[in-house]
C-alpha cells in the first residue's frame, strides 16, 4: 500500500511563492508519472502539473509559466515550487500517480490573499 504525504501549503499573498512537497511511501514506484492536482470549494480536483519518470513535465494552461513541478527519485519525493501566486490558486493540494492510481493523501491547504 501506498502512502502519500503532502506538506508545505499556507497562507500567502498574491505574488507570493509556496514550494509544496509530496513523500510517498511503502510499494512506491518511481517509474510511474507522478502528478499534482488541486481541489477548490465547490469545484472538482483538477490535474494542475505532472511529470513523468524521465522529468518529462507538463502543466495546466492555468498554471503554466508560474508553477514547476519536479522529482527526486531517490527519495520518493514530488514537489511544486509555486510563484507568483493569485487568490485562484486557494485550494487543498494533493500528489498521487498521473493515473491517480494510489489512494488520497490529506492534501496541503493553499490560501492566497489578495
Known amino acids: 500500500q501506498v502512502q502519500l504525504v503532502e506538506s508545505g501549503g499556507g497562507l500567502v499573498q498574491a505574488g507570493g511563492s509556496l514550494r509544496l512537497s509530496c513523500v510517498a511511501s511503502?510499494?512506491?514506484?518511481?517509474?510511474?508519472?507522478m502528478g499534482w492536482y488541486r481541489q477548490a470549494p465547490g469545484k472538482q480536483r483538477e490535474l494542475v502539473a505532472s511529470?513523468?519518470?524521465?522529468?518529462?513535465?507538463n502543466y495546466a494552461d492555468s498554471v503554466k509559466g508560474r508553477f514547476t513541478i519536479s522529482r527526486d527519485n531517490a527519495r520518493n519525493t514530488v514537489y511544486l515550487q509555486m510563484n507568483s501566486l493569485a487568490p485562484e490558486d486557494t485550494a487543498v493540494y494533493y500528489c498521487?500517480?498521473?493515473?491517480?492510481?494510489?489512494?488520497w493523501g490529506q492534501g496541503t491547504q493553499v490560501t492566497v490573499s489578495s
Open positions: 498521487n500517480s498521473r493515473s491517480a492510481q494510489y489512494p
Open positions: 511503502g510499494s512506491f514506484s518511481s517509474l510511474l508519472a
Open positions: 511529470i513523468a519518470s524521465g522529468s518529462y513535465t
